[in-house]
């Protein structure tokens, strides 16, 4: 075969072969999930995960890059996760329905500090609202933005929900509780925790010895003992109920005695006496746990379940936009309803921007949730 000159080509160009004077085919190049971005998936993921699984803010990641040899900016890696924020959106809308459709959901709020937001100076605080809920199984956690804290937040955000709510107690929460069907749960952690506060306010002199705190806290923490014993069994949601009425009721009723015959005689604005009016107060709520085995005697699950974000806050510190703190609240919601449902968050990011890059209808953007993927090997689609 001779050797391909220029005069092979018509008009002196390279894009006809010489033999069978057909122009060359060039293979469409793969679908990214963002359009005309450099970013593979995998890149993506690795942002994503490094930021709000690992802490890590987005200028380290920018000069461990330009290290590598990569030049890649702040502001690019910022629009790279807004972009991202908003791919993911058709997914948080279906985890969403999954966990409005469960009747248990755990609610707690924590601040957020966003730059730049309309009538709100930069040194304000804003909120990063997180719930939990979802089939035993499905487990589903959800951040949600909001500039305020006020009551119409937990309305909207649980728009259309029924069953059990379970909060720290925190007033603006009322009005969710308030409608027919949302019954409202208190948190036993938190009146443990006041109790405890109540005992230190005594000084290191006095803390070990009995006195009326000491007496609330050690029958909450005979409460926990209970709740403790059926986790190590890995009860059943009837067991759990069976026991608790033949352990935790007689607990829960000498506590009711205790509060009763103690709190008159104690100064409302101590601690101790904040402690007996926020049990007094949120007496009614805090025992629902006693009529169904599948409820929790505090809500240290969406407390654990927001922990990441304030881990994450202490390094990043602030969201310089909304369209950033929406999308961070969607990216945290993905990461940690992956982690909960048993994915390791990069392998599952780099699933789901994969498959992102072509879904269009309800049932492929529906088998990229958590409990679809049932493993890195399973194809998607």
């Given amino acids: 075969m001779r050797n391909f000159t220029l005069a092979d080509c018509p008009k002196n160009g390279y894009h006809l072969c010489p033999h069978c004077k057909q122009g060359v085919k060039t293979a469409p190049a793969p679908k990214r999930p963002i359009p005309k971005a450099l970013a593979t998936a995998a890149l993506l993921a690795h942002v994503a995960v490094s930021k709000y699984a690992d802490g890590l803010p987005l200028y380290r990641q920018g000069a461990i890059l330009t290290r590598a040899g990569i030049d890649v900016c702040r502001t690019t890696l910022a629009n790279w996760m807004i972009q991202c924020g908003q791919l993911v959106q058709p997914l948080i809308n279906l985890m969403r329905d ?31 609202w997180v719930q939990r809920g979802g089939p035993p199984g499905s487990p589903v956690i959800l951040f949600d933005y909001d500039p305020t804290r006020g009551a119409e937040v937990p309305k909207r955000l649980l728009a259309g929900y029924k069953g059990w709510l379970q909060t720290d107690g925190y007033a603006g929460y009322l009005g969710v509780g308030a409608q027919e069907d949302v019954i409202l749960m208190g948190c036993f952690a938190h009146a443990r925790r006041q109790f405890d506060e109540a005992i230190k306010a005594l000084g290191k002199s006095k803390k070990g010895k009995m006195g009326k705190a000491g007496q609330a806290l050690s029958l909450i923490r005979k409460l926990y003992a209970v709740e403790k014993d059926l986790r190590e069994e890995e009860a059943t949601p009837e ?143």
């Fill in 98 to 128: 999954k966990m409005l459709d469960y009747d248990i959901l755990q609610m707690d709020e924590t601040t957020v500090q966003v730059l730049k937001e309309k009538d709100k100076v930069a040194a304000s605080n804003s909120y990063m």
């Fill in 239 to 381: 067991r759990r109920y069976k026991v608790r009425q033949e352990r935790s009721r007689p607990i829960i009723d000498e506590l009711k005695t205790w509060l009763e015959d103690n709190r008159a005689g104690v100064l409302p604005k101590s601690k101790l006496g904040e402690a007996m009016g926020y049990l007094t107060n949120q007496w009614s709520s805090l025992i629902r746990y006693l009529d169904d085995g599948r409820l929790e005697i505090d809500n240290n699950r969406a407390e654990n379940a927001i922990r990441p974000f304030v881990i994450g806050r202490k390094n990043w510190l602030f969201s310089n936009s909304v369209r950033g703190a929406r999308a961070s609240a969607n990216l945290y919601s993905l990461i940690e309803t992956a982690k909960a449902n048993g994915w390791e968050p990069f392998e599952y990011f780099t699933k789901v921007f994969e498959g992102l890059a072509t879904a269009q209808t309800v049932d492929e953007f529906d088998l990229l949730l958590p409990w679809n993927l049932k493993s890195a090997a399973e194809p998607i689609g």
